[in-house]
């Protein structure tokens, strides 16, 4: 099972800069992400959500590809075969990326809106979604951020959220007035 954490950051660049990071120790064999997704709250209040997996894009090629040979297949059928791989193409990588358009990957994207929608002004958030890690290993490489990063949300036992938090410089979750 997957484990969700939310990381507000100071700077509108540090979530970026976070998930250079992640991505730094997925290639290491430390991290293992299913999902990330960065939000940046601009000076204007606006919410700029920036995907990790482009589902537009995955969608278009897999459809340009499979479109093709489909198109070249019906294509040679009926003596044509170039005419049909391009009409395939162009129809697959169309109905492809309208696919990957409309289609949700990992974590929701109404969540990310409105957990993304209560940041201040001028800051970030990374949301990121982790099959399996190297707690230890991990939190001693996330440890550049402490001080700039506040633990927004998160899905991990109480234990872990505890090393966390204190990794990144935070002393306790914060408690719901009475």
């Known amino acids: 099972m997957s484990d969700l954490i939310v990381v507000g950051f100071d700077n509108p660049a540090e979530a970026t800069a976070a998930l ?5 120790l997925e290639k290491e064999y430390l991290l293992d ?6 939000v940046v709250r601009g000076a204007d209040g606006k919410l700029h959500l ?3 997996v482009n589902l537009e894009k995955l ?4 459809g340009l590809f499979s479109g093709g040979f489909w198109g070249a297949l019906v294509g040679l059928l009926c003596l044509n075969p170039l005419a049909g791989f391009v009409a395939g193409s162009l129809v697959g990588a169309g109905a492809g990326a309208i696919a990957g358009k409309m289609s949700d ?3 929701d994207d109404n969540f990310i809106k409105s957990l993304g ?3 201040p002004a001028n800051t970030s958030a990374l949301f ?3 099959r399996k890690s190297q707690p230890d290993k991990v ?5 550049q951020f402490k001080g700039h990063a506040r633990v927004l949300q998160t899905s991990l036992s109480p234990e872990n959220e505890s090393k966390l938090r204190a990794a990144l410089g935070q002393l306790a979750a914060p408690t719901a007035a009475a």
């Open 33 to 38: 992400l299913e999902d990330a997704v960065v």
């Open 128 to 130: 990121v979604l982790v």
């Open 50 to 52: 920036q995907q990790s």
């Open 139 to 143: 939190l001693a490489d996330l440890a």
């Open 117 to 119: 929608s209560t940041i």
């Open 20 to 24: 250079t990071e992640c991505k730094k």
């Open 105 to 107: 990957y990992g974590i």
């Open 59 to 62: 969608g278009a090629s897999y």
